[in-house]
């Protein structure tokens, strides 16, 4: 059975930084394929980053250039660097991971970016 925490959420000004973690345990990290996603107040999750097993990314379009997805899978962890952050990236961020047909999603950290 797989579990994921997330971690490194927090409060912050317009323009700044954050940086979060997803540690995972249980087997199959190596193999797994990341991401990340995220759900404001009132609207649906949605995808933000995608990392995979050989460390190729995507992202969607509002963070390009600003989000950057990693993995250390010495240490079973996934992070999201948030640089120049907006009023609109607050959300609550989880970290999900996809083994084979296996799904799992961790229980979220709070995101919030004051103008």
């Known amino acids: 059975q797989v579990q994921l925490v997330e971690s490194g959420g927090g409060l912050v000004h317009a323009g700044g930084s954050l940086r979060l973690s997803c540690a995972a345990s249980?087997?199959?990290?190596?193999?797994?394929?990341m991401a990340w996603y995220r759900q404001a107040p009132g609207n649906e999750r949605e995808w933000v980053a995608t990392?995979?097993?050989?460390?190729?990314?995507a992202y969607v379009d509002a963070v390009k250039g600003r989000f950057t997805v990693s993995r250390d899978n010495a240490a079973n962890t996934m992070y999201l660097q948030m640089n120049d952050l907006k009023p609109e990236d607050t959300a609550v961020y989880y970290c999900?991971?996809?083994?084979?047909?296996?799904?799992?999603w961790g229980q979220g950290t709070q995101v919030t970016v004051s103008s």
């Open positions: 990392i995979t097993s050989e460390s190729t990314t």
């Open positions: 249980g087997p199959g990290f190596r193999i797994a394929i």
């Open positions: 999900k991971s996809m083994i084979l047909r296996d799904h799992y």
